[in-house]
Antibody, heavy 118, light 113 residues
């Protein structure tokens, strides 16, 4: 049974960096068949895919254009987890953030409400 | 980007009756290499992440009741709940995974009439 456990702060100040981690159990971040994603949900933007990381003999990343230049998704093989960093946040980045597995998202983290406010 | 449009935005159905939700993509999501449609359906209840119901447009996820079914191909898809139960009250989303950025519909809120 795959489980994804999210951690990270729920409050971030404007212009600072949002950082979240998704710990994986029951699968491997280095799997040659899985892909690992970050998705956010807000009333104004709905469900928005942010990006993914995956391993196919080497590491790959894809990011949404809307956050390109501000986003980094990194795998951590030693801890079997992956992380999200979103720089220069504004109140428009306030959302519930989810991690998820695979391209149709069969497993999700529990969600983290991140509020961007001073 | 592929735009996903659901209809209706909200729906009220009597218990035991059929509920039908539609989803249209702005371009085909039929993957030619395996002749499968890259379309998934999710159910979301308040305070929970979305739950995968259907993938490849018509394959039911393990553990999902058989009253849920998906159909369609190319750009037009349907989620059908054959006999609505009280626990089916939720928001339903479609999602394409044909190409990144993966995109979702705006959601359909299903209620009991």
């Amino acid at each position: 049974q795959v489980q994804l456990q999210q951690s990270g702060p729920g409050l971030v100040k404007p212009s600072q960096t949002l950082s979240l981690t998704c710990a994986i159990s029951g699968d491997s971040v280095s799997s040659n068949s899985a892909t690992w994603h970050w998705i956010r949900q807000s009333p104004s933007r709905g469900l928005e895919w942010l990006g993914r990381t995956y391993y196919r003999s080497k590491w790959y990343n894809d990011y949404a254009v809307s956050v390109t230049g501000r986003i980094t998704i990194n795998p951590d093989t030693s801890k079997n987890q992956f992380s999200l960093q979103l720089n220069s946040v504004t109140p428009e980045d306030t959302a519930v953030y989810y991690c998820a597995r695979y391209r149709y998202f069969d497993y999700w983290g529990q969600g983290t409400l991140v509020t961007v406010s001073s | 980007d592929i735009v996903m449009t659901q209809s209706p935005d909200s729906l009220a159905v009597s218990l035991g009756e059929r509920a039908t939700i539609n989803c249209r993509s702005s371009q085909t999501v039929l993957y030619s290499s395996n002749n499968k449609n890259c379309l998934a359906w999710y159910q979301q209840k308040p305070g929970q992440p979305p739950k995968l119901l259907i993938y490849w447009a018509s394959t039911r996820e393990s553990g999902v009741p058989d009253r849920f079914s998906g159909s369609g191909s190319g750009t037009d898809f349907t989620l059908t709940i054959s006999s609505l139960q009280a626990e089916d009250v939720a928001v339903y989303y479609c999602q394409q995974y044909y190409s990144t950025p993966y995109t979702f519909g705006q959601g359909t809120k299903l209620e009991i009439k």
